[in-house]
C-alpha cells in the first residue's frame, strides 16, 4: 500500500532519502526474506544498486536490522508485562538503564513523561518468574523506587510503520 504526505516532502528535499530508498523500505518492511533481485525487479533497477542502497539505509540507522522473530510463548515465556518505573530523579536514567540492560528478560526501555519515569516491557515465564525479577532484581536498582506492573492478556497488534511517500505536486 503506497502512502502519500506533504510533511515527509522536506525529508526527501534533504537528500537523506529519495523515492527508490522509500520503495525499497516498503518491499522490505513487508519480506525482510525477500530476494534482492525480486526487489529490483518491483523498483526496477539492478540488484546491485538495490544491495547498495540497502546497505547505505543501514549505515545511516535507517534499517535497523533484520532477522527472525522468536514467538516468547514458543520458548516458554507465556507472561508478557510492561513495567512502569519511578526513580528517585530522572537525572538517573541511564545508570539504571546500564543495569536494566543486565536483565535480558528486558527487551524494551523508554524514557517516559507522564506518571513514570521510564516504561519497560519484558517477558517472564509465569508469575512467579515476573515476582522473582520485580522484586530482586529491578527494585533492587539504586534509584528505583517504584513499580507499577501491567500484564498484557493477548497482543493484538504488531506491525511495522507505514512507509509514507511524499505527495504529487
Request: neutral net charge; charged residues 20%.
Amino acid at each position: 500500500m503506497l502512502y502519500f504526505c506533504s510533511n515527509h516532502k522536506k525529508l526527501i528535499m534533504s537528500g537523506k532519502i529519495d523515492y527508490l530508498d522509500l520503495r525499497i523500505l516498503q518491499i522490505i518492511s513487508n519480506d525482510a526474506r525477500i530476494p534482492l533481485s525480486d526487489v529490483a525487479n518491483q523498483c526496477g533497477v539492478s540488484r546491485a544498486v538495490v544491495h547498495q542502497r540497502i546497505a547505505k539505509l543501514t549505515e545511516k540507522g535507517t534499517i535497523l536490522g533484520s532477522g527472525y522473530h522468536v514467538n516468547p510463548k514458543s520458548i516458554g515465556y507465556f507472561t508478557c508485562t510492561f513495567v512502569g518505573v519511578t526513580l528517585e530523579r530522572g537525572s538517573m536514567y541511564n545508570d539504571v538503564v546500564d543495569c536494566l540492560r543486565k536483565i535480558p528478560e528486558i527487551v524494551e526501555c523508554h524514557f517516559t513523561t507522564g506518571n513514570y519515569t521510564m516504561m519497560i516491557k519484558l517477558y517472564a515465564y509465569d508469575n512467579e518468574h515476573l515476582m522473582d525479577l520485580l522484586n530482586n532484581k529491578i527494585q533492587q536498582i539504586p534509584g528505583v523506587t517504584s513499580t507499577e506492573t501491567l500484564i498484557s492478556l493477548q497482543q493484538s497488534i504488531s506491525r511495522q510503520l507505514p512507509i509514507v511517500f511524499p505527495k504529487e505536486d
